[in-house]
């Protein structure tokens, strides 16, 4: 490729970040620094029943044991945990705002500047929104109409209120507070989230969605999601993520659990679109994630599919634990790294239950001095008779600076599984552009274009509007003036 | 004139490849250029066409009294030029229809008209696919992939239809294709013929000009117009060869060099 189209694409590649602005609202905040008095006064504000201020201090103190991990193909400056305030709320005149009137004006003006609208009926027909505004869930949209097919959609907070026997049944489940440093830390002082039950043979009558919005500085954000799909039911769910553009960076560290009972399935849709810093790499959200579903029944399955276009540095690994007999697991992602970005993101299928099958579809795109690293385990427990995997991973480069890198790990214990991976790795060609442009298509278009159709296995898994946000979303990131 | 070119020369990484070509194109008229390997034939489709990597060290081009080499490639396409691809590339996951949708309505927005809708489109392209005969499964495949060398050229030939361009540039069009595929491409070609309508048609071989008769047809060696003619020049070099020719030229040289 000559030197001047190498610029070209590279100019075309300045991302413009539309979501970036701050919202000036009065704040309740924590003062930095960790301690077990902090992690008391969020129970507290949060009016928590005792198991789970118990749960939470456990969580704190085997934390204190553990350390940062080190393995993932990243770098960052260390983090100082005491300089991160736990906790950020926007003031309310009230507990908690009992309708969308009572919920602060420029609450809901920023999520319309997002394009979420949270008054139900300028709102997508079909989508119900739970909107987290750094550390508390501000407004929860279609609740009622759920609640009439026995669904509850409501905020963590509230769930723990109104539900705690479900939340001391499966918190920490799936994903238990030893795991790992960063689902230790959540476990200790998550906020708010999203909370999801649907109770034996529901079909949800439509998307269930949570927006998080970081907004503060200077604070980390430590949602936790909880999705139980009772037997034979069904839920697609979607998250949306977005943050000012600051300096420094914060960070994310969120759990999210899935369950699926006999014959239920979920499927988890995310566009990440978290800060991901400017073209030198300052600033960025820091996106520690530990994300994992459990088929626990019979032909359970759990999908997860994601367009990670966001944050500094991304590090998650949606999973599933294949337990039951005939449960099926996939795992389809689209990781986007440009200038100074850097993700290590993949996935776990731990086949346990007998002709478990999974499908692992990975697409990675590195450009400017972006760095992009799948790592997957796919694990074949010796009672996994008649276990399946297929796993594909493409990655696509655009310039010469930048990195893409496979990590598969594959365990078989079983003799009777099939295990299939195929990995390629592609450059956009100055071909396919003249190509393109020769067709009447701006260069940049023609860069969407061809990233575009790289990603079409994945994008053709996400619901219809989400499928056209993630297009758009990658238009807007590979956005810029032709050089 | 729709297309004039004046004494151009272009390198490819320093080394001249077109040593100053002179060609008039008005709307209406197809060229043929023919010559042997190497002689320069591609790169003037390319150059025209506005592909990087190639210095255009002399010369101008003009295209309906405009300045060709100033403008982008993507602006020359919505001017109206098309280039058929001797080897149209795939990109991978990219529907055919989706692609000629996105030009379509690029080519539109550029002469300020309205984007064209689903349905109108849709007609347009079952219109243009019966004149390469193509079935319609064909627009939901992925653009060239695992396409044969055929579908390849029928592909290009269907986006020029679509496209109507003022000035189609066929580059080796016909390589590669057995005989019923030339048909096709080529009764394509003519059924786009027009006043307002040029072609340039690259080959090597005079076989397509049974086909798309040229109105003119010039012969490319060492990166010079050597010899230019009517198409019955096509059919001499059928039965001659280039070596003739070329041996002429080479004389006409050394006798123009010996008198200055």
Redesign the interface.
């Known amino acids: 490729m ?1 030197s ?2 190498q610029h070209n694409i590279e100019a075309l590649l300045k991302r413009r970040y539309d979501a970036g602005f701050v919202t000036e609202v009065e704040q309740e905040t924590v003062p930095p620094g960790l301690n077990e008095d902090v992690i008391r006064l969020i129970s507290a504000k949060k009016n928590e029943p005792g198991f789970l201020l118990e749960w939470r201090l456990k969580a704190y103190r085997h934390w204190l044991t553990m350390e940062e991990p080190r393995w993932a193909h990243v770098r960052y400056q260390p983090i100082d945990y005491q300089a991160i305030s736990y906790y950020a709320a926007p003031k309310q005149k009230k507990d908690r705002p009992k309708s969308l009137d009572e919920v602060d004006p420029k609450l809901l003006e920023t999520y319309e500047k997002l394009g979420i609208p949270l008054r139900e009926q300028e709102m997508l027909a079909g989508v119900a929104v739970d909107a987290v505004f750094d550390s508390v869930s501000v407004a929860t949209t279609f609740k009622e109409k759920l609640a009439e097919h026995g669904i509850i959609f409501c905020s963590f907070s509230e769930a723990v209120q109104n539900h705690p026997e479900l939340v001391e049944k499966y918190l920490g489940s799936v994903v238990p507070y030893t795991d790992n440093f960063f689902a230790a830390l959540n476990s200790a002082v998550f906020s708010d989230g999203s909370f999801v039950y649907v109770p034996p043979g529901v079909r949800c009558p439509m998307e269930l969605s949570t927006y998080f919005r970081i907004n503060a500085a200077n604070t980390g954000q430590f949602e936790r999601t909880l999705i139980i799909a009772d037997e034979g039911s069904y839920v697609s769910y979607l998250e949306g993520c977005t943050a000012p553009m600051r300096d420094e960076n914060q960070l994310h560290a969120a759990v999210v659990e899935l369950v699926a009972l006999e014959g239920a399935e979920i499927k988890y849709s995310t566009v990440q679109n978290w800060y991901p810093g400017d073209e030198e790499g300052r600033g960025g959200i820091y996106n520690f994630v530990t994300k994992r579903g459990a088929c626990r029944g019979r032909r359970a399955k759990i999908s997860w599919t994601q367009v990670e276009t966001g944050s500094a540095i991304t590090w998650k690994y949606p999973s599933v634990i294949l337990e039951g007999d005939e449960s099926v697991g996939e795992f389809y992602s689209v990781a986007l790294t440009n200038n100074c970005q850097q993700a290590d993101t993949g996935t776990k299928m731990v086949h346990i239950g007998k002709n478990t099958r999974s499908t692992i579809i990975s697409k990675g795109i590195s450009a400017g001095r972006g760095q992009n690293a799948y790592r997957g385990l796919v694990r074949i427990a010796r009672s996994a008779e008649g276990a399946r995997n297929y796993t594909q991973c493409d990655s696509l480069l655009i310039g010469d600076r930048c990195g893409a890198h496979t990590f598969p790990y594959i365990e078989v214990r079983n003799r009777t599984a099939q295990v299939e991976h195929e990995a390629t790795t592609s450059k956009i ?4 552009l ?10 940049e ?1 023609a860069v969407s ?2 990233v ?6 994945v994008f053709k898994e996400l619901p219809m509007e989400f499928a056209v946000e993630a297009q758009k979303l990658l238009g807007v990131s590979l956005e810029g003036a ?1 050089g | 004139m729709l297309l004039e070119i004046r004494n151009l020369h272009v390198s490819v990484e320093g080394k001249p490849i077109l040593r100053g070509i002179d060609l008039a194109v008005a709307a209406g008229e197809v060229h043929a250029i023919m010559g042997p390997n190497g002689s320069g034939k591609s790169t003037l489709a390319n150059v025209l066409a506005g592909r990087e990597g190639y210095e255009v060290t002399g010369g101008e081009v003009l295209y309906r009294g405009r300045n060709l080499l100033e403008m982008p490639p993507e602006e020359r396409a919505r001017e109206g030029i098309f280039l058929a691809f001797q080897y149209p590339v795939e990109v991978p996951g990219v529907s055919n229809i989706y692609l000629l949708k996105a030009a379509v309505n690029a080519v539109r927005k550029h002469r300020g008209l309205p984007e064209l809708d689903a349905m109108d489109f849709l007609k347009l392209v079952r219109e243009k696919l019966r004149l390469v005969q193509m079935d319609e499964q064909f627009l939901y495949r992925s653009v060239n992939e695992g396409f044969s060398g055929g579908e390849k050229k029928r592909n290009e030939v269907l986006q020029m239809a679509v496209l109507e361009p003022t000035l189609g540039i066929l580059d080796e069009t016909d390589s590669g294709l057995d005989i019923d595929a030339l048909r096709i491409v080529s009764e394509g070609v003519n059924s786009l013929r027009s006043p307002e309508r040029a072609f340039l048609v690259v080959t090597h071989y005079q076989r397509l000009l049974n086909y798309i008769v040229p109105d003119r047809v010039h012969v490319l060696a060492g990166g010079r117009i050597i010899r230019s003619g009517d198409r019955t020049l096509a059919l001499e070099l059928e039965e001659r060869g280039y070596g003739w020719l070329l041996d002429e030229a080479a004389r006409g040289q050394a006798a123009g060099q010996a008198a200055s």
Do not use: P
């Not at chain 1, 060609?429 to 396919?432: L, N, V, W």
């Not at chain 1, 003249?434 to 260069?443: D, E, H, I, N, V």
């Open positions: 000559s001047s189209s060609s100055e071909d396919q003249f190509y393109l442009m020769q067709r009447g298509l701006a260069a278009d274009m061809i575009n159709g790289f990603c079409k296995e032709v």
